[in-house]
C-alpha cells in the first residue's frame, strides 16, 4: 500500500503542478503541512484530505485519507481538454498565438478552459519552475489575480513570468523572480499590462 505521502505525491502529479504551487491552489498560506507529511512527521488530516477534494472533486476522499479503492473516483465523468501546445519560449510566442500553429495539444482533465502551453526557458523562476519545463496558462482579467501566484505578464515594453503581488500603492503591480536568482523585483503600472496569463501548471520537461 502506497505511504501517505506517496498517495499525495500523486495527486500533485496529477495535478500538474509542483508542492509548493499545489498548497497553493488548494489555499494553504503555506506548504510546510505537505514536507511535514512527506518528511513523516505528520498524516493526511480529514480537514486537508476535504480541502483538496473541495479543489479537485475528482479525487476519492477514502483514497487519499487511508488508500481505498482508486485515487480518482468511479463513474465520475472527466472533462478532456485539449490546450494548444507550442514548442516555442513562452514569452516569446504569446505575441503570436493568432499567427503560429501550434506543435500539438495537451489533454489533461485539470486544465479546462486553458489557453495554451509552451516551453519556459528563462531562469527567472527557476525556484519554482525547472528552465524547459512546459507551462499551462489560462488568461484573466487583471483584476481577478490572486497576489502571490505566478502568472504570464504582457505589458507595453515586455513580457515577463514573475509571480504577482501589490506594488507600493493601488495603480502598481509587483513582479518578483524566484529568490535564489538574487534578480531585484519591480514595479510596473496597472495600466501598462496589455494582458495577464494564470500559470495553471507545470507538466514537465520538454525532453520527456
Not at 506543435?103 to 478552459?113: K, Q, R, S, V, Y
Not at 503591480?173 to 531585484?184: N, P
Request: charged residues 25%; hydrophobic residues 40%.
Amino acid at each position: 500500500m502506497l505511504t501517505e505521502w506517496q498517495r499525495l505525491e500523486q495527486v500533485v502529479k496529477w495535478a500538474g503542478l509542483s508542492v509548493n504551487s499545489f498548497g497553493r491552489e488548494i489555499g494553504l498560506s503555506r506548504s510546510e503541512t505537505l514536507y511535514q507529511i512527506k518528511r513523516g512527521n505528520n498524516g493526511i488530516s480529514r480537514d486537508l484530505a476535504e480541502t483538496i477534494c473541495r479543489r479537485y472533486p475528482q479525487i476519492s476522499k477514502g483514497w487519499i485519507m487511508a488508500g481505498e479503492g482508486q485515487m480518482l473516483l468511479d463513474g465520475l465523468i472527466l472533462k478532456i481538454s485539449r490546450v494548444p501546445f507550442f514548442d516555442s519560449d513562452v514569452e516569446e510566442c504569446v505575441l503570436r498565438l493568432n499567427e503560429s500553429e501550434p506543435a500539438g495539444e495537451i489533454m489533461l482533465p485539470m486544465f479546462d478552459g486553458c489557453d495554451f502551453a509552451a516551453v519556459y526557458y528563462g531562469r527567472a523562476m527557476s525556484d519554482d519552475i525547472e528552465a524547459g519545463s512546459i507551462v499551462v496558462l489560462k488568461k484573466t482579467e487583471l483584476d481577478g489575480v490572486l497576489p502571490g501566484e505566478i502568472y504570464l505578464v504582457v505589458s507595453e515594453r515586455f513580457v515577463v513570468l514573475r509571480r504577482v503581488r501589490q506594488g507600493s500603492n493601488d495603480e502598481m503591480l509587483r513582479l518578483e523572480a524566484s529568490a535564489s536568482q538574487g534578480r531585484e523585483s519591480f514595479e510596473i503600472p496597472r495600466e501598462s499590462v496589455g494582458s495577464i496569463y494564470r500559470l495553471v501548471g507545470v507538466v514537465g520537461s520538454r525532453k520527456f
